[in-house]
């Protein structure tokens, strides 16, 4: 058995939904489960028509309803006839009454929560794959559709909920198990879930990676696919390096960096619970079928030697700098200076640390005023914004003599502000001035690969 998963460009519309349907055929000796993410660009236009409802603009947000209604209309109309389409117009009308009622219902609140987020976000997923199951059907794919919602069990964050992995292997064990072993496709939503009582849960945008590795995992399956529209997980972000190279093979861990320090093609939590039951992660494209894309696995079958697989960058950073007022043997300065951050569940990227001083990475600035006026009770604190990380990923960096010295030979006029080396043995970063992302990222790419060619086992 096996889980594809395709995202939001693998589903955008007829002539995509097609093609998806064909890569499914291909792969049924494999007893596949598909999950899909919502068409292109609807989650943010559910998104949008809630929010314009909590600012009273009824018109403007229910106007975008009915733009979510007639595009899914016009991919129906191009994919059915007869009956089967009169039911998904049906369908597809009754929901937009539905939205239409969420809508009136926040502008009589005057309020938008978190659960109505959900409750908004999560039709994306539900329209597409029902529209997908009919068309399975009606190209003679024996499918199965289940609503996420019965198996997904979370608690109640809502907006990042977390998923109950025992109760939802129960359930998909139940409900998922049986209709595989019988032979259908089974076809299920990603990025949703419900409470135990019911209430409709999201575990975070991007979150469809991790809902298809969860079940993967949950069900032990030889395999994950993760369908985008890359060719696979590359050297670095082809918008900055036009030359970047395909990744073959990588470890779970380079990867899972990769996610973290900004590499766009995997949800950062996605991989967890596949390192867990060293199941294989395929990052593949759906544009591109023949591709080869991407193996992500435990321990890739190469030497000890250094290599560098791909160059990654966050902007949007902001730098705190911290420097105890006790100024030496400051006891317990790092315990307090986390404590703040951790109070204001802030996440912290990278840390530079020194007897009296600190300097942290963050780019949630949410709590910001708050986390400051705390650590000044004990410390003095500079901010500084408009900053990136850039992350140079690759096993077994930590016992390579002589890196550093090659990074930033190439990038010796710019400014870096700071710099984390050996916590991770596969991730050396620094910050810099965001303006100079583009420029720096090009010409350590140009150093660090410029023999790639000499591993063809690794980039393609």
């Not at 998963?5 to 596949?32: M, Q, W, Y």
């Not at 998923?163 to 209709?179: C, S």
């Amino acid at each position: 058995m096996i889980v594809m998963k395709f995202g939001g460009t693998s589903v955008e519309d007829a002539k995509a939904i097609k093609n998806l349907t064909e890569i499914v055929r291909k792969e049924l000796p494999r007893r596949p489960i598909v999950i899909v993410s919502a068409c292109s660009g609807i989650t943010n236009q559910l998104l949008l028509a809630a929010t314009l409802a909590s600012q009273g603009k009824k018109e403007e947000a229910l106007n975008t309803v009915a733009a979510i209604e007639a595009r899914h209309k016009r991919i129906a109309k191009e994919l059915f006839e007869g009956d089967i389409l009169r039911f998904l117009n049906k369908h597809l009308t009754s929901v937009g009454e539905e939205l239409t009622a969420l809508v009136n219902g926040v502008i009589v609140l005057g309020e938008l929560t978190h659960r109505s987020l959900d409750t908004f976000a999560a039709y994306g997923e539900r329209i597409s794959s029902l529209i997908i199951h009919h068309y399975f059907e009606q190209q003679r794919l024996k499918s199965f559709w289940v609503d996420a919602r019965s198996f997904m069990i979370t608690d109640d964050q809502y907006t990042k909920a977390v998923p109950q992995f025992e109760v939802t292997e129960r359930k998909l064990r139940e409900i998922v198990q049986p209709k595989v072993n019988n032979g259908y496709v089974v076809i299920s939503q990603g990025f949703i879930g419900s409470t135990p009582s019911g209430v409709t849960t999201s575990i975070g945008r991007g979150g469809s990676d991790y809902s298809a590795a969860i079940i993967g995992a949950l069900l032990d399956a030889e395999d994950i696919q993760i369908w985008t529209d890359v060719d696979g997980i590359l050297s670095s972000d082809p918008t900055v390096v036009k030359d970047a190279r395909k990744i073959k093979v990588m470890s779970f861990n380079e990867a899972a960096e990769l996610a973290y320090f900004g590499a766009r093609v995997l949800h950062p939590e996605t991989i967890l619970p596949a390192v867990k039951k060293n199941i294989p992660v395929r990052v593949l494209n759906s544009k591109n079928p023949g591709s080869s894309g991407t193996l992500i696995v435990s321990k890739p079958k190469t030497d000890k030697r250094c290599i560098v697989k791909s160059i990654a960058y966050k902007e949007g950073i902001t730098l705190v700098s911290i420097v105890s007022t006790r100024m030496f043997l400051a006891t317990g300065f790092l315990e307090n200076i986390f404590d703040v951050f951790h109070k204001y569940q802030t996440v912290v990227h990278t840390v530079a640390t020194s007897e009296v001083s600190v300097t942290a990475t963050i780019d949630n600035t949410k709590h910001l005023a708050q986390i400051v006026r705390e650590l000044k009770a004990f410390a003095t604190v500079t901010v500084t914004d408009r900053k990136a990380i850039v992350c140079i990923v690759g096993d077994n960096l930590r016992n390579s003599p002589g890196l550093a010295v090659r990074m930033l030979a190439p990038i010796s006029d710019v400014n870096i502000n700071m710099i984390s080396q050996g916590a991770s043995e596969i991730n050396l970063s620094f910050v810099i001035d965001e303006d100079s992302v583009d420029d720096v990222v090009l010409r350590l790419h140009a150093e660090l690969f410029a023999n790639a060619g000499n591993f063809p086992e690794i980039f393609e």
